[in-house]
């Protein structure tokens, strides 16, 4: 008979998270160490007996997106060799996802790739959280569980209780996400019509919808380098909007994205602890939302084979 205990274990790149879910779980952090071999390749051992076990892997593939990665296969197929019963693949976030498709001639769909990955290792499910595409769901042939952090961000926007307000996306891909706080908010919508001009550079140019005079929430589900958000929100100033503030679920923050939001001087910019912020979070410029009740809710439901459904809205 599987003994079916509920273990979590994690990488690298989200120990704190890790932590405040099995907080939340009321039980300890699976034991497992990372070394390098020294030319640099991953070395993993678990030091808990998992044979029969259902396990979960915390670890968002954040940057360094390739080492992050490695040490989620490495680890599913050491706790896959070691008789773990059944093995989640939690990805707070999920890297890779933008490239989703062929978008001009002679290019891989890298997510399709990783999809292939992670399932290969021997994860039987994955539990996610706005991934970039929801169709990234369909990649995968095991169940994936798509969470949205909205509901954590929103209960916080609703405590601010901000008057004369308009949800906003930064762009014409995120309608979907700025729609649902819309609505949550009983807020008006509105879109900022941005063009990219390289894979790093944003012109950001119309507003669609009414926002002269109105307090603006713009958000996204990543900040990656920030040029995206912060040319948004100077679009909206431009346009005659008051406040300015701005959530994302994934903080990224690549390159000289903490410079670029500054320079953009929103109200407030709300992310969660999707990825870790480290060093950054000094900077005073986020307030950090935790996602570890969200995961935490879900792990224990899909362990017990409950519905998650309830947690999608
Ligand atoms: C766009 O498609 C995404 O939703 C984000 O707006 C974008 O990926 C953020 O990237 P960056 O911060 O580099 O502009």
Known sequence: MPKNTLQVFCGSANPELAK???????????????????????????????????????????????????????????L????????????????YARQDRKAEGRVPITAKLVANLITTAGAARVLAIDLHAPQ????????????????????????????????????????????????RLSADLAIVDKR????????????????????????????????????????????????????????????DALEKIRKAQPDATVVTDSIPLGAKAESGLFTVLSIDGLLGEAIRRIHRSESVSVLFT
Do not use: W
């Open 136 to 183: 990234i769901q369909g990649f995968f042939d095991i169940p994936v569980d798509h969470l949205h952090a909205g509901k954590v961000i929103l209960n916080h926007i609703q405590k601010l209780a901000i008057p004369n307000l308009v949800v906003v996306s930064p762009d014409v891909g995120g309608i979907k996400m700025a729609r649902a706080y819309a609505k």
């Open 80 to 95: 896959r060799r070691a008789s773990a019963d059944r093995i989640t693949a939690v990805m707070p976030y999920f890297g």
């Open 196 to 255: 990219r001009s390289g894979p790093k550079d944003v012109e950001a140019m119309h507003v669609i919808g009414e926002v002269a005079g109105r307090n603006a929430i713009l958000v996204d589900d990543m900040i990656s380098t920030g040029t995206s958000i912060a040319e948004a929100a100077r679009t909206l100033r431009k346009h005659g909007a008051q406040k300015v503030y701005l959530c994302a679920t994934h903080p990224v923050l690549c390159a």
């Open 20 to 78: 405040r879910i099995c907080a939340y779980l009321d039980i300890h952090l699976g034991r497992a160490e990372f070394n390098h071999f020294p030319d640099g390749e991953i070395d993993v051992k678990v030091h808990d007996d998992v044979r029969g076990c259902d396990v979960f892997i915390v670890q968002p593939t954040s940057p360094p997106v390739n080492e992050h990665l490695m040490e989620l296969l490495i680890l599913i197929d050491c």
